[in-house]
Nanobody, 125 residues
């Protein structure tokens, strides 16, 4: 069973930075990995996604220019570097990956089948 092990969450002040990591037990070089976030009572929304075969990325409008997604294939790790954090970035952040070959980047949750447990990122004002 594929496992995604997330780390790096925690409280941060508005304007600050934080970097999340996600280690996968199965690095699928033809697949995609992504970060989603969810607040209480709301749907999980896509934050950023990346092809594991290259460096093509896609970002949600609310984080574009502030967040950077990347991966290190040698470490089987996905990263999300978050800068200029705002209180509305407060959420539980989830790492996810596709099981199959990824033909196009997507920020739709149905495109992903393997999910991490999530990590809290509270941003204070």
């Amino acid at each position: 069973q594929v496992q995604l092990n997330q780390s790096g969450g925690g409280s941060v002040q508005g304007g600050g930075s934080l970097k999340l990591s996600c280690v996968t037990s199965w690095f699928n070089p033809g697949g995609c990995m992504a970060w989603f976030r969810q607040t209480l009572g709301k749907e999980r929304t896509g934050v950023a996604t990346i092809y594991l075969a290259g460096t093509s990325t896609l970002y949600g409008d609310s984080v574009n220019g502030r967040f950077t997604v990347s991966h290190d294939s040698r470490k089987s790790t996905l990263y999300l570097e978050m800068k200029k954090l705002r209180p509305w970035d407060t959420a539980v952040y989830y790492c996810t990956q596709t099981r199959e070959v990824c033909s196009s980047l997507s920020l739709r949750s149905y495109a992903y089948v393997i999910w991490g447990r999530g990590t809290q990122v509270p941003v204070s004002s």
